[in-house]
């Protein structure tokens, strides 16, 4: 009797503290590497979540300026398109103002489709970031004598705003101005193609900023 008794109190004994350190440090490993996983993936997730966002608005950003640029007016059989450097601090962005029948008509009693002066300018955010804006005036004749700095923000946490330009024999410039490149009758001279680049910044990684580059070809009689 003495005899079975102990054996069942020696099979009823509970875990020694050897066992539960040893469940414990196993315990630890799985939830660290549950936890590493799961860090890794979230990351992963808000990569791909701020890249999306930043892929979606600068191409919201070009199809407008794209469609914009194509639709170039002329006025009294001259065209006007304009672009400079702007400086910003001491930050260079560029500056592109033209006159297009692309405007965007947001109120009842305007008319749709008249020719506006439509111009693409950067402005800094009270937070030091930068913006791209759009300006849409309806004008009775172009005028690029007062420029603007009211309009909507089509593209947010601007790095860089570059325009290359070029000419019937491919040669590029940063500039153009439609009252300079005379060759033809007098301010009817518009480039072949408009390169637009956004480079927005990446706040998960300065070194490698969101980078898109689009060529337009303006289909204008020359």
């Given at each position: 009797?003495?005899?079975?008794?102990?054996?069942?109190h020696?099979r009823?004994?509970?875990?020694?503290?050897l066992e539960?350190?040893?469940?414990?440090?196993?315990?630890?490993?799985v939830?660290?590497?549950?936890?590493?996983a799961y860090?890794?993936t979230?990351?992963?997730?808000?990569?791909?979540?701020d890249?999306?966002?930043?892929?979606?608005?600068?191409?919201?950003?070009?199809?407008?300026?794209?469609?914009?640029?194509?639709?170039?007016?002329?006025?009294?059989?001259?065209?006007?398109?304009?672009?400079?450097?702007?400086m910003?601090g001491?930050?260079e962005?560029?500056?592109?103002?033209?006159?297009?029948?692309?405007?965007?008509?947001?109120?009842?009693?305007?008319?749709?489709?008249?020719?506006?002066?439509?111009?693409?300018?950067?402005?800094?955010?009270?937070?030091?970031?930068?913006?791209?804006?759009?300006s849409?005036?309806v004008q009775?004749?172009?005028?690029?004598?007062k420029?603007?700095?009211?309009?909507v923000?089509?593209c947010?946490?601007?790095?860089a705003?570059?325009?290359k330009?070029?000419?019937?024999?491919?040669?590029?410039?940063?500039?153009w101005?439609?009252?300079?490149h005379?060759?033809?009758?007098?301010?009817?001279r518009v480039?072949?193609?408009?390169q637009?680049?956004l480079v927005?910044?990446?706040?998960?990684?300065?070194?490698?900023?969101?980078?898109?580059?689009t060529?337009?070809?303006?289909?204008?009689?020359?």
């Amino acid at each position: 009797m003495t005899d079975c008794f102990a054996v069942h109190h020696r099979r009823s004994r509970g875990f020694t503290l050897l066992e539960i350190l040893i469940a414990i440090f196993i315990l630890g490993i799985v939830l660290s590497t549950i936890y590493a996983a799961y860090s890794g993936t979230m990351t992963v997730i808000r990569d791909v979540n701020d890249s999306s966002r930043a892929y979606k608005m600068a191409r919201i950003a070009i199809d407008r300026m794209s469609r914009d640029l194509s639709s170039l007016q002329p006025f009294k059989g001259a065209f006007v398109l304009q672009s400079e450097k702007s400086m910003i601090g001491s930050r260079e962005f560029g500056l592109l103002t033209f006159w297009s029948a692309a405007h965007l008509v947001f109120e009842e009693d305007e008319y749709v489709g008249p020719p506006a002066l439509i111009t693409y300018f950067v402005k800094e955010n009270q937070d030091g970031s930068f913006s791209l804006w759009r300006s849409d005036i309806v004008q009775g004749k172009p005028s690029t004598d007062k420029k603007t700095d009211r309009g909507v923000i089509i593209c947010e946490n601007l790095q860089a705003f570059n325009l290359k330009f070029y000419d019937e024999g491919g040669r590029e410039s940063d500039s153009w101005d439609t009252m300079v490149h005379s060759a033809g009758p007098p301010k009817s001279r518009v480039p072949v193609l408009v390169q637009i680049e956004l480079v927005l910044v990446n706040d998960r990684d300065a070194e490698k900023p969101h980078k898109f580059v689009t060529k337009v070809y303006l289909p204008v009689r020359r």
